[in-house]
């Protein structure tokens, strides 16, 4: 089922991809290698660089070098658009955002095609850094693996230890129901480390009754919703993100890449909501707000993740983690939304309420996509 989820999530990206790219295709300039009278796209006659009917240049082209050209000009607009809008987006949010929406669309790249970018590029970017503040992250795992294995060994010995003293013939009962306690106790504890590890326990409920009487483990498989295909589906996907946190980061890394356009129509009725009162605003407007907000912030997350691999320490990186996203958003809505001050800031601290639940919806997705998977 997860395949089908994953291809539905790639259908979709392509499609975006597809409608931002042939949308600039129809203002491109290329030089071709001949012209034509009549548009060999749909046949109307022609009467200047371009056609009057469908927007296709007159000349067209045939060579190689052309195709990388194209791949660059339709994407991006490396001929400045690109470089108008950077800029713009970093330190004048809020202007790009309304110039944009009140009709100056040739001059910027468009909300749309920036986020594609900014996603395809940082997801590239993090799957050799590790993410802004991932360089040690392998380090620690590797520490962690170690530490489980040392205390499994310590805990195997401990159990073979007590169950040769329950074994003693000339053992009072007293003495042996106390040891009989005692290894419910440490089954249990190993029940632990062994479901850290491998996502199952070692020992089942009934050889680790502590001293009480009860169960001391309670793993994922003794657990029950009612709803059978759920309490299915939750317990192998437990065991698989516990015994391979590797393949389930890579997994939810890659689900992240093909879904993260989900993120704009989750965003959307918190950015309504967030604005209610400011009238002459539309849905349109809202997604390009949203569009251009999370396309600055996968770009900023990008730059402190090559900050980070170049030595930059995290102190100063999760500074501008913490500082940089709010103001950045601040700007935007107030010169978006043509907000005051005060208004601007209340505003701001809904919405950043509403990132948060956004961000947990969008976790929750992929991680039930993981589940699939």
Same mark, same amino acid.
């Given at each position: 089922?997860?395949g089908e989820?994953?291809? =539905?999530?790639t259908i979709?990206e392509g =499609? #975006?991809?597809a409608?931002?790219?042939?949308q600039?295709?129809?203002?491109?300039t290329t030089?071709?290698?001949?012209?034509?009278h009549?548009?060999?796209?749909?046949?109307?006659?022609? @009467?200047g660089?371009?056609?009057?009917?469908?927007?296709?240049q007159a000349h067209v082209?045939?060579?190689?070098?052309?195709i990388w050209h194209?791949?660059l000009h339709?994407?991006l607009h490396?001929?400045?658009?690109l470089?108008?809008?950077l800029p %713009?987006?970093?330190?004048?949010p809020?202007?790009? *955002?309304r110039r944009y929406?009140?009709?100056?669309? @040739?001059?910027?790249?468009?909300? %749309?095609?920036?986020?594609?970018?900014?996603?395809f590029l940082?997801f590239?970017?993090?799957s050799? *850094?590790g993410?802004?503040f991932?360089?040690g992250?392998?380090t620690?795992?590797?520490?962690?693996?170690?530490d489980?294995a040392?205390e499994?060994k310590?805990l195997?010995?401990?159990i073979?230890?007590t169950? =040769?003293k329950?074994?003693?013939p000339k053992?009072?009962?007293? %003495?042996?129901?106390?040891l009989?306690s005692k290894?419910g106790?440490?089954?249990?504890?190993?029940?632990?480390?062994?479901?850290?590890?491998?996502?199952?326990a070692k020992y089942?409920?009934a050889? *680790?009754q502590?001293?009480?009487?009860?169960?001391?483990m309670?793993?994922?498989e003794?657990?029950?919703t009612g709803?059978?295909?759920?309490d299915?589906?939750?317990?192998k996907g437990?065991?698989?993100m516990?015994?391979?946190?590797?393949?389930v980061?890579?997994? #939810?890394?890659?689900?992240?890449?093909k879904? /993260?356009?989900?993120?704009?129509?989750?965003?959307l009725p918190f950015?309504?909501l =967030?604005?209610l009162g400011?009238?002459?605003?539309?849905?349109?407007d809202?997604?390009?707000?949203?569009?251009?907000?999370i @396309?600055f912030m996968? &770009?900023l997350f990008?730059l402190l /993740?090559?900050l980070s691999?170049?030595?930059?320490?995290s102190?100063?990186?999760?500074?501008?983690?913490?500082l940089?996203p709010?103001v950045h958003?601040?700007?935007q &809505?107030r010169h978006?939304y043509a907000?005051?001050?005060p208004g601007a800031?209340?505003?701001?601290?809904?919405?950043?309420?509403?990132?948060?639940l956004?961000l947990?919806?969008f976790?929750m997705?992929l991680? #039930?996509?993981?589940? &699939?998977g």
């Amino acid at each position: 089922m997860a395949g089908e989820f994953e291809a =539905a999530g790639t259908i979709v990206e392509g =499609a #975006l991809v597809a409608t931002a790219v042939e949308q600039s295709n129809l203002g491109q300039t290329t030089t071709g290698s001949h012209a034509e009278h009549d548009c060999l796209n749909c046949g109307a006659a022609l @009467a200047g660089p371009y056609c009057a009917q469908c927007g296709q240049q007159a000349h067209v082209h045939r060579t190689l070098s052309a195709i990388w050209h194209d791949i660059l000009h339709s994407v991006l607009h490396f001929d400045g658009k690109l470089w108008r809008t950077l800029p %713009m987006l970093a330190f004048k949010p809020g202007e790009l *955002t309304r110039r944009y929406v009140h009709g100056e669309r @040739a001059k910027f790249v468009s909300p %749309m095609a920036l986020f594609l970018f900014s996603i395809f590029l940082m997801f590239a970017v993090f799957s050799f *850094t590790g993410g802004p503040f991932g360089s040690g992250t392998s380090t620690h795992n590797v520490s962690i693996k170690k530490d489980f294995a040392s205390e499994a060994k310590k805990l195997d010995a401990e159990i073979a230890e007590t169950e =040769a003293k329950i074994a003693d013939p000339k053992l009072s009962q007293a %003495m042996k129901v106390s040891l009989l306690s005692k290894l419910g106790d440490l089954k249990a504890d190993r029940n632990v480390v062994a479901f850290a590890q491998t996502g199952k326990a070692k020992y089942s409920n009934a050889e *680790t009754q502590g001293s009480d009487g009860n169960s001391s483990m309670s793993v994922l498989e003794n657990e029950s919703t009612g709803i059978k295909w759920l309490d299915t589906l939750i317990q192998k996907g437990g065991e698989k993100m516990v015994s391979n946190p590797n393949l389930v980061l890579y997994k #939810l890394q890659s689900n992240g890449y093909k879904f /993260a356009w989900l993120l704009i129509p989750l965003s959307l009725p918190f950015v309504w909501l =967030a604005t209610l009162g400011v009238r002459g605003h539309h849905f349109y407007d809202h997604a390009v707000f949203t569009t251009y907000s999370i @396309a600055f912030m996968c &770009l900023l997350f990008l730059l402190l /993740a090559i900050l980070s691999r170049i030595g930059i320490g995290s102190n100063v990186l999760g500074f501008a983690f913490i500082l940089i996203p709010p103001v950045h958003l601040y700007k935007q &809505l107030r010169h978006s939304y043509a907000l005051t001050r005060p208004g601007a800031i209340v505003r701001l601290v809904l919405l950043s309420a509403f990132i948060w639940l956004v961000l947990l919806a969008f976790v929750m997705i992929l991680f #039930l996509l993981g589940f &699939l998977g």
